[in-house]
């Protein structure tokens, strides 16, 4: 769930917190993960970019980033989509060594720049560990992670006991996600028990 963190457009797949812990969504991050530094590029202190985001055509209108784990703000003057991610130049960033430091740095934005959500949209922080039951009322534990596939993102749900059930973030299995309660309510497959 990158800025990520989506039944019909998946709706439970948005971007990644800031935030480290895995608690439940019951606070808003101030940043949500979009990109991770990948190398520097060129001698004059572009950066390439590995893109983290469902909507990387939105970086375009972000002014300011947020870099590493203290949050760096930095002003970006130019981005360039190329193949594999983006070449962004940061204002201040001068040469190759600059840039270097930023290396494996995540890159964020604030949330109040991140692009508005549709109806049954939703991003991961506000459903991890969120309680997953069935239809029929069982406890089958917490939403702990998201594995993102190519084709339809899959849930992994752990129980007390530590066992991991994957449910695939498809609508015949994701019936109903209440943020408000935090309660995914799910109809299980056969094969999936």
Do not use: C, W
């Not at 797949?13 to 993960?33: H, M, R, V, Y």
Request: no cysteine; charged share 25%.
């Amino acid at each position: 769930m990158s800025e990520t963190n989506r039944a019909p457009r998946r709706p439970q797949k948005k971007n990644e917190t800031g935030s480290e812990d895995a608690k439940a969504a019951s606070s808003e991050p101030e940043f949500l993960i979009v990109g991770q530094i990948a190398r520097p590029h060129g001698v004059r202190g572009e950066m390439a970019m590995k893109i983290l985001t469902d909507f990387p055509e939105h970086l375009a209108d972000v002014e300011t980033f947020y870099l590493g784990s203290h949050y760096e703000p930095l002003h970006a003057i130019r981005l360039r989509r190329v193949t594999g991610g983006i070449l962004v130049l940061f204002d201040g960033v001068t040469s190759r060594e600059q840039a270097e430091r930023y290396r494996g740095a995540l890159t964020h934005i604030s949330l109040k720049d991140a692009v508005p959500l549709r109806d049954g949209e939703v991003y991961l922080y506000q459903i991890q560990g969120i309680r997953v039951v069935t239809e029929d009322g069982e406890e089958l534990g917490r939403l702990a992670d998201l594995i993102e596939t190519g084709a339809n993102d899959v849930y992994i749900v752990k129980n007390e006991q530590g066992e991991e059930l994957l449910l695939p973030a498809i609508p015949d299995v994701i019936r109903n996600i209440d943020v408000a309660k935090q309660v995914m309510t799910v109809h299980l497959l056969a094969g999936l028990k």
